[in-house]
């Protein structure tokens, strides 16, 4: 519970982080860089000046859309739907996307993050201003809209074949229940089947994999931006805050660019485990 709740309030400052955070986060003050925590600045300021609680709350705020973008399409609705498909209807089907499961889950995934993300941020960013150009939508790319796209895209292509297979797993034992060859019996169609009988019966595996999920999500997100392909400035993001604040000098000399971030985020991922540890106890034990 208690993990449960310091992660609800991560992700409600991440959600307000526009209405709570006492400056903007690309807020630049070069008549004050790099100082300590003082009462203007509560957590200290970066090189720049820039406020560092502002960029916490902000890049707190990017954890929440991508881990909450990831889970939404990649997991729930690619993992679960192939899952349910894959586990109920069997033969070609089945080999098809448990195939293309295997091609995905071959792979390296840092390294292939690594390089659609470097090869296709400047396309996607072209892509976004030239719907600027040709909407009413303004402030697209300045919003990191373009970094939230294409790391959220490229998240959801990896991350749904692990949720999938798990739900094909207790699909396929389900399927040969007598339930659901009542159903079949009646004359249910596969749809109705798959979302009134064995989507339920597998709510607490989705419910797992969500939980364990959001922590392999934002631990990769943040090593992505660390590697600079990532969420791209302006955006604030953990992973760069890291990686302004790593080396010996610069640690020794300011310690606060690193033990910031580096609290915040061990807080979380430690959050995620706990949680996750302790939700998949409490449905074993059941």
Do not use: C
Not at 88 to 94: C, E, L, T
């Amino acid at each position: 519970m208690v993990a449960l709740a310091a992660i609800i309030i991560f992700y409600f400052v991440g959600i307000s982080a526009h209405w709570i955070a006492p400056y903007s986060p690309t807020a630049i003050d070069l008549d004050r860089p790099l100082e300590g925590p003082s009462a203007d600045h509560w957590l200290g300021t970066d090189r720049i000046g820039r406020d560092m609680l502002s960029r916490v709350m902000y890049s707190a705020r990017t954890t929440v859309i991508i881990t909450t973008t990831v889970i939404l399409s990649g997991s729930i609705l690619i993992g679960n739907g192939l899952g349910l498909l894959a586990g109920y209807k069997g033969g070609a089907i089945d080999n098809v996307i448990m195939r293309i499961g295997d091609a995905f889950a071959g792979l390296p995934a840092l390294v292939m993050l690594v390089l659609i993300n470097a090869t296709l941020g400047p396309r996607v960013t072209e892509f976004v201003r030239w719907i600027e150009d040709n909407s009413f939508l303004d402030n697209l790319v300045q919003s990191g809209f373009p970094s939230y796209l294409l790391v959220g895209a490229t998240f959801s292509l990896f991350f749904w074949v692990g949720t999938a297979r798990i739900i094909r797993s207790q699909v396929l034992q389900l399927r040969e229940r007598d339930f659901i060859m009542a159903a079949e019996s009646l004359g249910a169609r596969p749809q109705r089947i798959i979302i009134s009988h064995l989507l339920p019966n597998v709510s607490f595996l989705i419910i797992l994999a969500i939980s364990t999920g959001l922590g392999a999500i934002a631990g990769s997100e943040l090593v992505l931006t660390w590697f600079g392909v990532g969420v791209q400035p302006p955006t604030a993001s953990f992973g760069a805050m890291i990686f302004d604040g790593s080396g010996a000098r610069t640690f020794q000399a300011h310690p606060h660019l690193l033990l910031v971030p580096g609290f915040f985020v061990t807080m979380l991922l430690f959050g995620f485990s706990l949680f996750g540890d302790a939700l998949n106890d409490a449905v074993r034990s059941r």
